[in-house]
């Protein structure tokens, strides 16, 4: 842990640096601004929009330069992309501006703190590194509290068949099942992610980025035991 936030004391603002000196990146045609304390979009986290149906209503959560949103928003209904860092904020803000996104509501918020409702698609690419920071909204890739907290409220912000989605390295320090099984969430698969283009991975050397071997991780609610018997009792009818 210490050695991790020795070098995360010198990385954030190793990467202000570069974000100030290669302020965009585009991804499948669309450029994005990254504003300096922002993370930049480095593994083509934008290709969880893929996974979704259109005409939905998603939830990004930790939505940093709005990656998500933005590809998410061009086939839903509608995103709502929230965020603790009031940077990250305005930085979604400024990219959906960008390029006329009309159909988000972004706003600040402490994991779930400020959502309401619920939703057919949580996405969400969570900090990775267990290390924390006193300022927990300058932070972008650390964390000791975003999964559990994200794995936690995710099911009472999911409709009934709803699906959370959640890009997460192949070897994570927890199992997903049993992750999600925890907090009331089955694993119903895992999607390999290598999608980085060559442009990407160039653009990753300067800020120490390589690939994560990342995997798509999709979870579903657990039915509640009750609903589930009266559902099995309904279909052995005659």
Not at 64 to 75: N, R
Not at 88 to 104: D, G, K, P, Y
Not at 105 to 121: A, H, N, P
Not at 191 to 214: D, E, G, W
Request: charged share 20%.
């Amino acid at each position: 842990m210490f050695i991790n936030k020795l070098l995360f004391s010198l990385y954030y603002p190793y990467c202000a640096c570069l974000d100030r000196l290669l302020p965009s990146i585009t991804l499948d045609g669309k450029k994005l601004r990254v504003l300096p304390g922002v993370y930049k979009p480095l593994d083509s986290e934008h290709r969880l929009a893929d996974l979704i149906d259109e005409g939905k209503e998603v939830l990004d959560v930790g939505c940093g330069s709005g990656v998500i949103t933005l590809f998410a928003a061009a086939k839903s209904r509608h995103v709502t992309a929230i965020d603790i860092s009031p940077q990250a904020i305005a930085n979604t803000q400024l990219n959906c501006a960008q390029h006329a996104i009309e159909n988000v509501s972004i706003r600040q918020s402490d994991m779930f703190r400020e959502v309401r409702g619920q939703f057919d698609y949580i996405l969400s690419y969570p900090p990775l590194f267990q290390t924390s920071f006193q300022s927990s909204d300058k932070q972008w890739c650390t964390s000791t509290t975003f999964v559990d907290r994200l794995f936690s409220g995710a099911r009472e912000h999911l409709k009934p068949h709803g699906r959370l989605l959640v890009l997460l390295p192949s070897i994570f320090r927890e199992s997903p099942a049993e992750l999600g099984a925890r907090h009331g969430l089955v694993l119903e698969r895992a999607v390999p992610h290598f999608h980085r283009s060559l442009a990407t991975r160039i653009h990753s050397l300067p800020y120490l980025h390589f690939n994560m071997k990342n995997h798509v991780y999709i979870f579903r609610p657990q039915e509640d035991s009750a609903a589930a018997q009266s559902l099995s009792e309904k279909r052995s009818d005659p």
